[in-house]
Each structure stands twice: as C-alpha cells, then as structure tokens.
C-alpha cells in the first residue's frame, strides 16, 4: 500500500479509541474531553463532537454581578461557553499547542485568551492588572484559575517557563505572557519617551514587571488580541 494512499491517511489521522482520561491530546493542537457532566470552554473553540451534548454560551448573570461587571468592562475579551451532556468533544484553538494542567487544590493566572477548556469543579474569575487606565495593548486581562480538576491552556510554539526571585524581577512582554503562579502579582511597567513616540524606539512601550518568588510562562510570539463580537 503506498503510503500516500487515502487509508493511509486515515490511519495516520485515526482518533485514539484508547483515551479514557476525561481531558486527552489527540495531538499537540486537539484536545478530546471524554465528557460526563459539563465543561467550559473558550467560546468557539468546538471542532467537532459525537454523543448528546448541548453547547451554551456563558450567560449574562452566570457566575453573579461581579462577573457581569467585570465582562462589560473588558469587553468580554475571553467569552466562554459550556458543554453539557455525555459524548466526545474535540477543541482546538488557531494551531496552538494545547497543554492540560491537573490541578490539586492550587492556583494560578493564566492570559485569559490562553485559555481553551477547564472542568466545572474549577473556579475562575477575571482579573485586570494595575495601573491600566487607557492602556490598549492586549493580553492585559487575565483568569485566575483554581481549584482541583484539569485546565487546557494554549500557546503559539513550545513555552518556556522563567523562575522569578526576590529582588530580581523577570519583565515580560504581555502579549508573549501566557501563565504565571498564584504568589505574583504583575504591574504594568511603562516606557515611555520622545524616541518611542517619534517611532525611535524599542517598540516595548509596556511591559509586566514579576517581583517576589515564583514563575511565569511565555511563548515565543507576540500575540494581538481582538475582543470576539457578540
């Protein structure tokens, strides 16, 4: 049989039968979720499904006034939807590598957008940074993600992970900044100046400023981020 033949293919690209973990990489950029309750999920990150499963999108008061609030004044930039029901669902997110993170009763912050699927034992709530007033550049809201249960994130490339120390903080790019742990609190840092404005310089106006002990994750790729329309 050559191997450029139709079956061929289809057993290279066959799903894995074998899967029996609730969240699965079919490969580096699909993620399966054996689903047996409900999910959440990135708005329009469903590629296809099998079984009785209902798809929601995340409704105006659910998860109370402070969400509500919280949506509006970011312009919903990570909506979410939830699947509901028994079967399989495969998400995928623009060719990006997906990763699954099992957590025990832990948290962390993850880019909102860098987000694909988390389980309903999770909880989650939108977090902006400090000293954002009339800032554009993406990326600059974030989830705080926690709990015991499976989250998928996502990332342009392979990541890579920065160790931060006291007295020796790590600046990021945010829109290269996917994740970062619970004891760090990130602040914009600004630099501004005449070359800057006159188009002279770096072109890293903002950065994240990570002070104290912990970690953050980047990907190698500056990602521009566009609010979903409703």
Known sequence: ???????????????????REPFE???????????????????GSMIGYNGNVKFERQGVMEGGIGKMFKKAVTGEANPMMKA????????????KKVRILSLQDEMLFVNGNNVLAFDDSIKWDIKMMKRMAGMAAGGLFN???????????????????????????????????????????PEIKTDISLKTLFG???????????????????QPYEEIYYAKAS
């Open 84 to 95: 509901e029901g028994q079967g399989k669902v495969y998400f995928a997110d623009n060719g």
């Open 1 to 19: 049989m050559s191997k450029y033949s139709i079956n061929t293919f289809l057993n290279e690209t066959a799903q894995d039968d074998s899967a």
């Open 143 to 185: 989830m705080q993600i926690q709990g015991t249960g499976r989250v998928a994130i996502t990332t342009h490339f392979d990541p890579i992970t920065i160790a931060v120390h006291p007295n020796s903080p790590v600046y990021t790019d945010p829109n290269a900044t996917i994740a970062w742990s619970s004891s760090l609190q």
């Open 25 to 43: 990489l079919e490969n580096p950029y699909l993620l399966e979720v054996n689903l047996n309750g409900r999910v959440w999920a990135k708005l």
């Open 200 to 218: 002279r310089g770096s072109g890293e106006s903002f950065q994240l400023a990570f002070n104290g002990q912990g970690w953050v994750v980047l």
